[in-house]
């Protein structure tokens, strides 16, 4: 391709720059071949010149375009250069905060110089299992592919972890270890993967130190090989070191620490085991106080002394082998304070008082005087004498601290070999995985000989890490089978023969030091001869002469000679190490042990030539010769291995976090190899697509005629056309592989081809904008012109109209004033004729007025007069009637007045006359009162009368007054009674219509005041009403609040039972996982002590023989003390880790055996106090609470008996003729009687039975207490006589002196007292029966007569009425009976229930005394002739039982658990059929009041269930199986248990089935627990399921084709060349589900359960699909979240089809759902982060920011969320309470709640199938 095309205008390059390395610029014009410079605008606006050289015509670099930026791998990237690869870590590590970033096969890290929440074990979880290129990159997706190529290719792997002092090699490490331990399982021993990890603390603490780049900076390299056993489970460890920066332990630079080790101690001196070692603080010693900064921020060294006493412990170093190592490190810190005095220019000493050393010399157990005399004098050999020199101050100083080296190399060393010995596998190792953590390439202003050992070895990483990828290169080439050439890569061999080659720098180094008077300078003078001028990689400084140059891979490096010589010797005192050897001190004599070995066998080899001295200085090792060797072995190592590389990367010097400085980032990305990968991939074919993805991404290159149906051709001709060169590209079998800038290329086009169809697109729609304006303008114009041209018409025709208008007008108004004239004359006429015509009418009326009122007047003068006459007549007659009846009474008078005078008249009138006197007197009193009272009144009318007169008179004088005026107005009478008669009619209109009014108003009045009434009625009502509903809306404020506060406890409570009960679930499940542990262990050690002891063997007791107690632990306690019998007896041929862990386990097993025992033999005791006195109180009326329940019984029994007799009768005395009784001789009639007369006669026998059965018990209790407190009066409520009588003692200690006499005496006294009683409760009940028949005849008679009023009432009814009304009475008399049956028999059944509990206690009680009596007196009752007394019981028939034989519980469960097929019973027979048949198997064991069979068979039930979930818990269709038949059992367990609140749920049959002798409720928890174990055994089959299905499915499958468009990616995900097989749809998720579900289903699972799993399945899935989400970068995008939408609604949907819309799995789903409309929305305003705060409630704020950080746009015109609007979600977010987790728990169990469902299922009616082959249970 041209560059004239590349370098177009707009074309976007990088150029250099001093301060950024590297500037992006933009071409402003476009470049033609010949041209010497680029116009190019920069970022901030500035235009530049850019010079072209001439002589190279290098063009600047292109820049990729945006799409590619932030690619998870560099190789990616089109254009594969420096800039490019620097701005994609820049926009990753800064933009995106992601310190990961593949780079091909390497893994590069930045340092983030923060703590970052990526390394939890969700993460490690969420990685494991995975492809490399599937999820974002990661340590652990390199430690993920490690452990998976290890597995599958059975090879073993290297990680080789490389980079500069404080970039993160040490922690990069150890993440990769915690993976291997995480994913991993130990295997056999204990703790492996613990101990693995513990290493890392004491490394670090002996081995790290601050420097002034790095706080943690590893001062050695080291090489851990993890070992794996067949299976995969780490067994063991070792671990390599190189190159222990030993200088660091006498001198630190400037700011920095020495090892953290003694400061460790330093800070833990207070403790009292350190108190001998006479330490203080770190300022106090002269090794750790150099550098001036003894703290390090953030750091508690105290706190880290801790963990590294931990560590020690785990691995297994002991305490005083601990102490001895923190003893040998104070020495050294004592030694460092020794204070060496100058006495000459060759002469030093230390004085005899110095406590350093005394300290020093007493930590280390060798004499003091000694040591201070070889610090400061040394011994010279020569071949004939010794003698002894002493040496300068500056000699004895470099003494004393290479002695300090020494030791603390050895001890370093010595600890290595321990850790390694303690990781140290007993079986064989099949595999390992290494992990290298060296020190990456290094260059100081002052190099010495470390830097040149680190160079050396980074040197020979590089030239493997060269070879490797480049092998990769060329097997991916002959794979795909294209072409290809030898790629040129560097190769840094002849460096590497410089340092290590013959006549190179070490071999020189070496000879140097075995001369007598090497130096540094002669060295130095050496390299310069051999070297210089015959190898190209060594130079020389100009200006020094004891320095040289190196030019390294990454850099040139100035080397300084001096030193060397001294570093490479390694030298130490030999008298100095002679006196610790002397020590006896066991740890420091361990430490110089090799010394001793070495030197004796180089005597050995010198003994004859007598120069051992010599001989040992020529055989000991330069450093650098075992530098070199141990760098081979390693080289070897690594290269056995496959390798995986990680490159950790510093990004700054100030350890800021997030910070990159470009320097020093490209300065490390040019050392460690990467830019090297990056050539080596652009030389090839760095871009590499399958074609299905390349014709995904280009067919909008295509036309529809270029498609084929083969997708490989189509692609072929495709790139035929577009790029004409062939070399640019290469057709592989299954990828197209294409050179650097062909992507860029292809993607250019592609943006011109989408841009050109943008611009169509464009060009079209304003196309049609611009028409459909026009037209809506053209249209509103031709709308305008119709309108006002109608406007115009519309005035012209106005004007028309107007002037026809004045003319009518004119018209019509001339026309008005004629006929106005006109009419006014005709009105003038009219009136003048209507005014005479009236006066003359009005004149004739008032004449006649005149007349009528004159006549009227006569009329009524005339009746005065006449009434005047008649008047005065009849006074005229009264006056004389009275008159004359005055004469009569004058003369009447005067005749009583003679007969008042004669004698006889007047005694017949004395008689009594004084009475009638005083009567008359009286009479006289009152008349004169009433004459006085007559005359007051007649005065008064009197008065009345002439005022009335006066009135007259007045009114007389007014009426002729008036009749004057009268006659004077007479003539204008007529015009005013014409008026009045108006005004009269007027009147009474007005009277009227006021009347109406008033009537009206009255009405509207009244309904106004009812209104009013009604309405201050409602009013006051609603006043009340609303001062109550204030009061009422005051209380439930108040009820509400309280409900509120019960609804958030309740909440609150819900919430910490669920918690609870989960923690119990997980603690259960802890305690099960041990124990099946502890099992597995107890039976590998059972097969070692076997096969060690075949004659040995042991038989486990199953059960124990208090079987009928419970425990958790449901094993065998016998088993487990046999087994830690055997073990004790074989513990010498056991592994001793393991037989620890098993004593550790079996002694807290025995102590809670222990415990559990003592607590119930607690309780016995107590229950046996109890029994004690309540027997001393209450044994006899025990025994007649016995007696007198069986006489309920009988009596009940009785009662049923007649109520059957009386139902006979009714059915004899029935007049139906459906139900006719048989007639009396029938052969029913006669069965009849035979049944009544049996019954009669099995009453009879029942109650002999109670007489025989109340002597014989009253006997037994006698028997029993005999020999106790009441054997000398046994009181059963009688007051038994003292057999002490004086008369009778001789007698009856004669004839009783076995107490027979007298016990048959008083059982005889107490069978008698019995009787009586009986007599009498029969009497009683004789009465109440008498009463009862008595209420029995009445009712009859009531029922007699009601039926005679209804017959004589039906007689007058017709015949359907009759019929209607003698059915109604029937039904009820019916119903009445029924109802009073009902209650008869609820109370009978409870009756029933509470006396058969009872039954069962007592007789329980009863065969423990006869038991315990029959053992007391055997002797007594063999002898005594006792009577025998045969009870004989009337058998019950049980039904839903199956009969089974002792010991055939093994055959049982072999057959309905151990063998069965889950499948066949789930299809074939009734669900739950096995939990069925061990039910009614346990029935009969209770039936037989066996404790021992019911123990036994629930014991090997759960055993039996276990062992298969055990063998085949992965199966799903045998867990949920188990899980369906283990809650049938317990709810069997419940259903049957007799509880009145359980029984009202059952059916009759089903309450008959009822448990009867045994209390199986503890029993029902361990069902439970078993339940709940095999719930979270099936959720982790449904987990191991779903989780291969879920990432494929909801996140990679395109399930809307079109929508998702792939992106460019790198080696990592086409690292295979082979084409993918089926995809994984939705669909086959569903159908998984929908398996489950069925499954589940058929198995009878209560539908809660069934609820609870598939709400536990959707939050797998979400918490699956969610984690992977937030850790791949090519998942966020808007077209991912539109289809996890999509998918999402598809898993609402099947939840819809299977009616589980609520059972809570819909709100699992949230947090994905969430996640899904967060890639979606706009992400752009603050109203937009708002809205997102507000929508994403399930999601918490780390995992909103991370899916906003990886959000990634998939085309060109996405944008990316910029930072300032993730701060803004941040400030919105930041007070939300919540976990600060970024993953979801993918292995959280929800707890699970077994709620009680009773089974519907008939016991009697289950049927067992042949082919169980259960031929020896019998069904009764």
Not at 353 to 378: D, I, K, Q, T, Y
Request: one cysteine or more; hydrophobic letters at 35%.
């Amino acid at each position: 391709m041209a560059a004239s095309e590349l370098y177009s205008k707009h074309a976007r390059v990088w150029l250099p720059d001093a301060a950024e390395v590297w500037k992006s610029a933009e071409l402003i014009k476009d470049y033609t071949p010949g041209d010497l410079t680029l116009t190019v605008q920069l970022d901030d606006g500035t235009e530049v010149e850019y010079k072209i050289d001439p002589r190279t015509n290098i063009l600047p670099p292109l820049r990729n375009p945006d799409i590619l930026v932030g690619e998870n791998d560099l190789t990616a990237l089109s254009y594969l250069h420096e800039p490019a690869v620097l701005h994609n870590l820049k926009v990753r590590f800064m933009d995106s905060r992601l310190i990961y970033t593949y780079c091909g096969i390497v893994l590069v890290a930045i340092n983030p110089y923060e703590s970052l929440p990526i390394y939890e074990a969700d993460i490690i979880s969420a990685y494991s299992g995975q492809n490399m290129g599937d999820m974002d990159p990661h340590i652990f997706a390199v430690a993920e592919e490690a452990y998976k190529q290890m597995a599958r290719d059975e090879r073993n792997q290297s990680i080789i972890v490389s980079g500069e002092s404080g970039a993160g090699k040490t922690v990069s490490a150890k993440y990769a270890m915690r993976f291997f331990a995480t994913v991993s399982c130990s295997s056999g021993e204990a703790n492996v993967e613990e101990k693995v990890l513990a290493s890392s603390p004491i490394m670090e603490a002996l081995g790290n130190a601050k420097t002034t780049r790095n706080d943690n900076s590893s001062r050695f390299g080291k090489y851990i090989e993890i070992g794996f056993d067949k299976k995969h489970c780490i067994i063991g460890a070792n671990m390599r070191t190189y190159l222990l920066e030993k200088s660091r332990v006498v001198f630190q630079a400037h700011g920095e620490r020495n090892y953290h080790i003694f400061y460790q101690l330093c800070a833990s001196s207070h403790l009292p085991e350190f108190k001998a070692f006479k330490l203080g603080c770190a300022d106090d010693f002269h090794c750790t106080n150099q550098g001036q900064n003894p703290v390090i921020d953030g750091v508690d060294d105290a706190k880290e002394m801790c963990d590294t006493r931990r560590a020690f412990s785990l691995l297994g170093i002991n305490e005083s082998d601990q102490m001895a190592i923190y003893q040998i490190l104070a020495a050294i810190l004592h030694l460092s304070n020794v204070d060496v005095k100058d006495q000459s220019a060759d002469r030093s000493s230390i004085l005899p008082g110095n406590v350093h050393l005394m300290v020093f010399c007493e930590l280390m157990g060798v004499s003091c005087e000694e040591m201070a005399h070889w610090l400061c004098h040394r011994k010279l050999k020569t071949t004939t004498e010794t003698y002894v020199k002493s040496v300068s101050k500056t000699s004895a100083v470099n003494g004393r601290d290479a002695l300090a080296k020494h030791i603390y190399a050895r001890l370093f060393s010595w600890i290595v070999d321990s850790i390694n010995s303690s990781l140290k596998s007993t079986t064989k190792q099949h595999s390992f995985i290494g992990v290298l953590d060296i020190y990456g390439f290094e260059t100081f202003d002052v190099n010495s000989f470390e830097q040149f050992c680190i160079n050396y070895a980074n040197e020979k990483l590089q030239q493997q890490f060269n070879q490797h990828v480049f092998k990769l290169e060329q097997e991916e080439y002959m794979k795909e089978e294209i072409p290809w050439t030898l790629i040129d890569f560097y190769d840094n061999q002849p460096c590497i023969n410089l340092i290590e080659a013959k006549l190179g720098v070490l071999d020189l180094l070496d000879e140097e030091c075995k001369m007598p008077k090497g130096s540094d300078d002669s060295w130095a003078q050496k390299l310069y001869n051999t070297l210089l001028k015959q190898n190209a990689h060594f130079d020389k400084p100009r200006l020094s002469n004891r320095a040289f140059i190196i030019h390294h891979f990454a850099d040139k490096v100035e080397y300084q000679c001096e030193g060397f010589l001294e570093k490479n010797k390694d030298t130490v005192n030999e008298e100095q190490i002679n006196v610790l050897k002397n020590s006896k001190f066991d740890l420091l004599l361990k430490l110089f042990a090799d010394d001793e070995k070495a030197q004796s066998s180089a005597n050995k080899r010198t003994s004859v030539i007598g120069r051992a001295g010599q001989a040992q200085r020529d055989n000991k090792k330069t450093v650098g010769l075992q530098f070199r060797q141990s760098l081979h072995l390693l080289m070897d190592t690594l290269n056995a291995t496959t390798p995986h590389y990680v490159r950790c990367i510093k990004p700054n010097d100030d350890k800021t976090s997030f910070t990159l400085d470009p320097v020093r980032t490209v300065q490390q990305l040019r050392a460690c190899g990467i830019l090297e990968t990056i050539r080596i991939s652009a030389a090839g074919f760095p871009s590499r697509w399958t074609y299905q993805e390349f014709f995904s991404r280009y067919r909008v290159l295509m036309k529809q005629k270029d498609v084929l149906p083969d997708r490989k051709q189509t692609c072929k001709n495709l790139l035929e056309k577009l790029i004409k060169d062939r070399d640019k590209y290469q057709f592989g079998k299954n990828k197209i592989f294409f050179r650097a800038g062909q992507v860029a290329y292809l993607e250019k086009l592609r943006s011109d081809k989408l841009r050109m169809a943008c611009v169509r697109i464009q060009k079209t729609i304003r196309c049609w904008l611009a028409r459909k304006k026009f037209l809506r303008m053209r249209e509103s114009a031709i709308t305008v012109q119709r309108y006002v041209r109608g406007h115009q018409a519309r005035c012209y025709v106005k004007f028309l109209r107007r002037t026809r208008a004045a003319v009518v007008i004119q018209r019509n108004v001339r026309m008005w004033a004629a006929r106005r004239r006109y009419q006014q004359q005709r009105s003038a006429a009219i009136s003048i004729q209507c005014f005479l015509r009236a006066y003359m009418a009005k004149k004739q009326y008032y004449k006649l007025m005149f007349e009528q009122k004159a006549v009227v007047i006569q009329k009524w003068m005339r009746g005065w007069l006449a009434r005047q006459h008649y008047r005065r007549t009849l006074a005229a007659i009264t006056l004389l009637q009275s008159c004359v009846r005055r004469m009569r009474a004058k003369k009447e008078l005067k005749k009583l007045k003679v007969e008042a005078r004669s004698v006889e008249h007047f005694k017949k009138l004395n008689v009594g006359m004084e009475n009638k006197i005083m009567q008359l007197q009286h009479k006289i009193n009152e008349q004169h009162k009433e004459n006085r009272e007559l005359s007051e009144r007649l005065n008064i009318v009197e008065k009345n009368h002439s005022v009335e007169r006066e009135k007259q008179s007045r009114e007389i004088k007014n009426l002729l007054r008036s009749e004057q005026e009268a006659r004077a107005k007479a003539e204008t009478l007529p015009s005013l009674l014409e008026q009045l008669s108006f005004l009269q009619h007027e009147l009474e209109n007005t009277r009227r219509e006021k009347e109406d009014l008033e009537e009206q108003t009255k009405v509207y009045k009244e309904q106004t005041q009812q209104v009013v009434e009604e309405l201050n009625m409602k009013n006051g009502l609603l006043n009340s009403e609303k001062d109550e509903m204030s009061k009422i809306i005051l209380e439930q404020a108040q009820q509400l609040t309280d409900v509120k506060t019960n609804i958030e406890n309740i909440k609150q409570m819900d919430k910490d039972l669920t918690e609870e009960r989960s923690r119990y679930q997980n603690l259960l499940s802890e305690h099960l996982h041990l124990e099946e542990r502890h099992r597995d262990l107890k039976e590998e050690m059972n097969l070692s002590i076997s096969s060690s002891k075949s004659g040995h063997k042991r038989t486990d007791s199953n059960y124990s023989s208090n079987s009928s107690e419970f425990s958790l632990s449901l094993g065998s306690s016998e088993g487990e003390d046999s087994s830690i019998q055997t073990e004790d007896e074989t513990q010498s041929t056991v592994d001793l880790p393991v037989l620890l862990k098993l004593q550790r386990r079996v002694k807290d097993l025995e102590q809670d055996k222990q415990t559990l025992w003592q607590q119930l033999d607690r309780k016995e005791e107590a229950q046996q106090e109890n029994a004690k006195v309540e027997e001393q109180t209450t044994a006899c009326r025990a025994e007649l609470d016995l007696e007198k329940l069986k006489r309920q019984e009988l009596e009940s029994e009785n009662k049923k008996l007649k109520q059957d007799l009386t139902e006979l009768r009714k059915s004899l005395t029935n007049e139906d003729s459906e139900l006719m009784p048989p007639a009396p001789g029938s052969l029913p009639y006669s069965i009849l009687l035979d049944q009544l007369s049996s019954s009669n006669d099995e009453l009879e026998m029942r109650k002999e039975e109670v007489l025989l059965l109340r002597s014989h018990m009253v006997r037994q209790e006698a028997l029993k207490h005999k020999d106790s407190a009441l054997g000398e009066g046994v009181k059963l409520d009688l007051e038994i006589p003292s057999f002490q009588d004086v008369d009778r003692s001789t007698d009856i200690h004669t004839l009783n002196e076995d107490g027979e006499l007298w016990l048959a005496y008083e059982g005889l006294k107490e069978t008698n007292r019995l009787l009586e009683f009986q007599m009498q409760e029969q009497e009683r009940v004789h009465n109440e029966k008498y009463r009862e028949l008595l209420e029995e005849v009445n009712k009859l008679k009531n029922e007699k007569e009601q039926q005679q009023k209804l017959l004589a009432q039906s007689l007058f009814l017709s015949e359907d009425a009759r019929i209607e009304a003698s059915l109604k009475h029937e039904i009820t008399r019916l119903t009445n009976e029924n109802l009073e049956l009902l209650e008869q028999q609820e109370k009978q059944d409870k009756t029933m229930r509470k006396l058969k509990k009872q039954l069962k206690l007592y007789i329980q009680k009863v065969e423990d005394f006869e038991a315990s009596a029959q053992q007391k007196n055997n002797a007594s009752l063999m002898n005594a002739p006792v009577r025998a007394v045969n009870i004989t019981r009337k058998e019950k028939e049980y039904q839903g039982m199956l009969e089974y034989k002792e010991g055939d519980e093994s055959r049982l469960l072999k057959n309905v658990v151990i063998d069965l097929k889950p499948r066949g019973v789930a299809v074939s027979f009734i669900p739950g059929l096995p939990a069925y048949i061990i039910f009614m198997c346990l029935r009969y064991a209770d039936s037989v009041n066996n404790d021992q069979r019911v123990s036994a068979l629930l014991n090997s039930t759960i055993s039996s269930i276990k062992g298969v979930i055990k063998r085949r818990g992965n199966d799903f269709e045998v867990v949920s199986f188990w899980l369906a038949n283990t809650c049938r059992l317990m709810h069997c367990l419940k259903q049957y248990s007799g509880d009145e609140v359980i029984m009202t749920r059952n059916t009759a049959k089903q309450n008959e089935h009822c448990l009867a002798n045994f209390e199986l409720s503890e029993y029902q928890q361990v069902f439970g627990d078993l339940a709940i174990q095999i719930y979270r055994q099936l959720i982790k089959c449904v987990e191991s399921v779903l989780q291969p299905l879920t990432v494929a499915s909801m996140l990679e499958h395109e399930a809307i084709q079109g929508v998702l468009g792939s992106k460019p990616t790198g080696l990592r995900k086409r690292s295979t060349s082979f084409p993918e097989e089926g995809a994984v749809t939705v669909e086959v998720l569903l159908q998984r589900l929908g398996h489950f579900h069925t499954t589940m289903s058929q198995h009878g699972m209560d539908p809660d359960l069934i609820n609870q799993v598939v709400k536990q399945q959707f939050y797998i899935i979400c918490a699956i699909t969610l984690n992977h989400l937030l850790l791949r970068k090519d998942m966020c995008s808007w077209s991912k979240g539109l289809q996890i939408r999509y998918n999402v609604w598809q898993l609402e949907e099947w939840l819809t089809e299977r009616e589980l819309a609520d059972c809570g799995a819909k709100e699992t789903l949230e947090p994905l759902i969430q996640a899904a409309q967060l890639l979606q929305i706009k992400k752009k305003t603050e109203a937009d982060a708002q809205a997102i705060c507000n929508m994403c409630t399930a999601l918490t704020t780390a995992q909103i920011v991370k899916v906003l950080t990886l959000y990634t746009p998939v085309i060109e015109f996405e944008e990316r969320v910029s930072t300032s609007f993730i701060t803004t979600i941040k400030n919105l977010l930041k007070d939300r309470v919540e976990s600060s987790t970024l993953m979801m728990d993918a292995k959280k169990i929800f707890s699970v709640t077994l709620a009680f469902t009773p089974s519907s299922v008939a016991l009697e009616t289950i049927q067992i199938p042949a082919s169980l082959n259960l031929g020896f249970l019998t069904r009764i």
